[in-house]
């Protein structure tokens, strides 16, 4: 029932972050596409985490993905905005994003790093689920981070996203 759920609260959190990106970026498809796919890679990574440490599926589990997605999706909305707005200035897709790349990258880490050093904070609590929680969220706003400098830009060229 919990993995049902999980599977549930996973998709519909991803098909909300879709929705609400292509309602940003109106009317394109290929941001919602370009900002949900590094979401998903992230999460999946994360249940390789709770398989590999045999976290298990659980009541309390079930919002820690969600609340990747949620958090996750602005490092991409960030780098996809400066993108948006580099391609004003100069229409080729190279150009606009190696330019978005060199100037926003370093921003989205910086901040990426901040709530990930806030979160492993928890990891020394003494309640271990506590603990678990926030390694793991640590690692799904780490993968986020990742994917927003490494994936978005290779869906950028790969869909021709313009803007």
Do not use: H
């Not at 229409?91 to 921003?107: C, E, F, H, V």
């Not at 979160?119 to 603990?131: D, E, N, P």
């Not at 969220?137 to 986020?144: E, G, K, Q, R, V």
Request: hydrophobic fraction near 55%; proline fraction near 2%.
């Amino acid at each position: 029932m919990v993995a049902t759920k999980q599977l549930q609260t996973f998709i519909i959190a991803l098909v909300g972050v879709f929705i609400f990106c292509v309602l940003t970026f109106f009317p394109s498809l290929k941001a919602g596409v370009v900002l949900v796919l590094p979401l998903a890679v992230s999460n999946f990574l994360a249940y390789s985490y709770m398989a590999i440490f045999q976290i298990g599926l659980t009541i309390s589990t079930l919002p820690v993905s969600a609340i990747g997605i949620g958090l996750g999706v602005d490092f991409g909305i960030y780098l996809l905005s400066r993108y948006n707005e580099e391609l004003k200035i100069d229409s080729s897709i190279n150009g606009a994003l190696i330019r978005t790349i060199q100037s926003y990258s370093k921003s989205i880490i910086n901040i990426a790093v901040t709530l990930v050093l806030g979160l492993l904070v928890w990891t020394v609590s003494g309640l271990k689920f506590q603990a678990q929680m926030g390694l793991m969220l640590a690692m799904i706003l780490f993968f986020n981070c990742a994917g927003a400098v490494f994936l978005v830009p290779v869906l950028v060229i790969f869909t021709k996203y313009r803007g």
